[in-house]
């Protein structure tokens, strides 16, 4: 174990920086109207603080940048794809590796292998690429999670835990051969960052064995999870980040991972399974949407600090205590004043709870859409809509889903931003807050089919 600080002071010093600019409101109000009205459409020349995503927005280290320079291009056999595979055999576990673009690229190939037209997907709360590929092919997401994880403002240290009552329901319903894999996410995103126990994914995996259903992770913030089953969970408070991870994916068959996230570079992804035969087909597929099966969807430079990204990630426990630990500031310096939000704090970013901040505006109205775009125009911070607009219509009645959970979130990059950031942000948040009564609501200019809160636009009602 490590010397313990009493503070999360971060584990590094700052060797190069990237200016940003403060511009003024009149800018932003034309700015955000331009974009329709959504943060996605912004120009990030136009934003101060951005909070939109922690997806590729991690600062690299200086032993990554190195890795860039000796990455190896070549199209067969590259050697920084046998480092990332070491990499990933070694912290995650999995012989099989088969490297994507990105996420999505991960989920896209199983998610074809696997599911059959008419098949159940049961996860615990959907994330919407995931559900966008298991839908595509032509399977029906059944959400597992604990019904804690849809309540904003109860405290609950797993709100990410499978609900194994409503699983086995599903088994006893459809019957285990119409349910391909369960998907079970790590520090669940769309609830918040919240972290599932070991106890819950043991017990989730052990049920899943009884009925030969495999366990595929969403691997993606496995890292922060396993910084919160060593806060919070019996047992683990004198066991490594590093151990922690290895026995989460000890619990499944296989994981899909966006590595733009925990592991540190700002591209790449992959698949990794035990199963050699699924590994054989997966590289099929790979050969024909991604690239050959040494490189899939990333440069060989791209492979050989992700390689690097994965073993720090894990090499002390001090680069998750203080990614957490920022986060946790941002958190509490809202919560003293009053702004309403998800609680535990979550692990990669604060979800204000637009429900409850916007009460006056109808959830057709999409609040946490507006109240993105007040923030931004308060302060140039940008975040993300994580409601209505993301939660899609149903395809069969053609409604919106009416989530409950209509959030904003603002997510913090890794190792990005510092301290007084965060207090700018907090600042910011509760000016907006206290003004909340001139926040109005928004209606469609423009809907995309899927995935809709991409691109499209609003105007004010
Ligand atoms: C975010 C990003 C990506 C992501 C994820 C989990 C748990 C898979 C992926 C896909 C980017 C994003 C994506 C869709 C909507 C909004 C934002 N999450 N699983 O900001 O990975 O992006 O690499 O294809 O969080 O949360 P990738």
Sequence with gaps: ???????????????????????????????????????????????YIDLLTDSGTSAM???QWAGMML????????????????????????????????????????????????????????FTTTRFHQE??????????????????VEHPFKGNVDLAKLQRLIDDVGADQIPYISVETNVNMAGGQPLSMANLRATYGLCKKYDIPVMLDATRAVENAYFIQQREGGYEDRSIKEIVAEI?????????????????????????????????ARAMLVQFEGLHTYGGMSGRDMEALARGIH?????????????????????????AGVPLVQPIGGHGIFLDAAAILPHIPQ????????????????GVRGMERGNVSAGRNPETGDH???????????????????????????????????????????????????RFFQARFEKI
């Design 364 to 379: 057709d109205q999409f609040p946490a859409q507006a109240l993105t775009a007040a923030l931004y125009v308060d302060s």
């Design 249 to 281: 994916c000890s619990y499944s068959d296989g994981a899909t991972v966006s590595s733009k996230k925990d592991n540190l570079v700002n591209i790449g992804g992959f698949l990794a399974v035990r199963d050699l035969e699924l590994a054989t087909r």
């Design 71 to 126: 990455g190896d291009e070549a199209y067969a056999g590259s050697k920084s794809y046998y480092h990332l595979e070491e990499a990933v055999q070694e912290v995650y576990g999995y012989p099989e590796l088969i490297p994507t673009h990105q996420g999505r690229g991960a989920e896209h190939i199983l998610s074809q292998l696997l599911i059959k037209p008419g098949d159940y997907v049961p996860g615990n709360m959907y």
């Design 401 to 451: 889903r009416y989530p409950k959970l209509e959030l904003v979130r603002m997510a913090i990059p890794r190792r990005v931003y510092t301290q007084a950031h965060m207090d700018v942000t907090a600042e910011s948040v509760v000016e907006v807050y206290e003004n909340r009564a001139r926040v109005g609501g928004l209606k469609f200019t423009y809907e995309p089919q899927e995935l």
């Design 61 to 63: 280290s200086d032993n």
């Design 1 to 47: 174990m490590e010397q313990r600080r009493r503070s999360w002071a971060e584990p590094y010093k700052i060797k190069m920086v990237e200016p940003i600019k403060m511009t003024t409101r009149e800018h932003r109000e034309k700015a955000i109207a331009d974009a329709g009205f959504n943060s996605f459409l912004l120009r990030s020349d136009d934003v």
């Design 136 to 153: 595509h092919a032509g399977g029906i997401f059944v959400d597992v999670i604990i019904d804690e994880a849809h309540m904003p403002s």
């Design 312 to 336: 720090e990630m894990v090499d002390t426990d001090d680069h998750a205590r203080a990614r957490v630990g920022q986060v946790e500031y941002l958190g509490n310096a809202l919560l003293k």
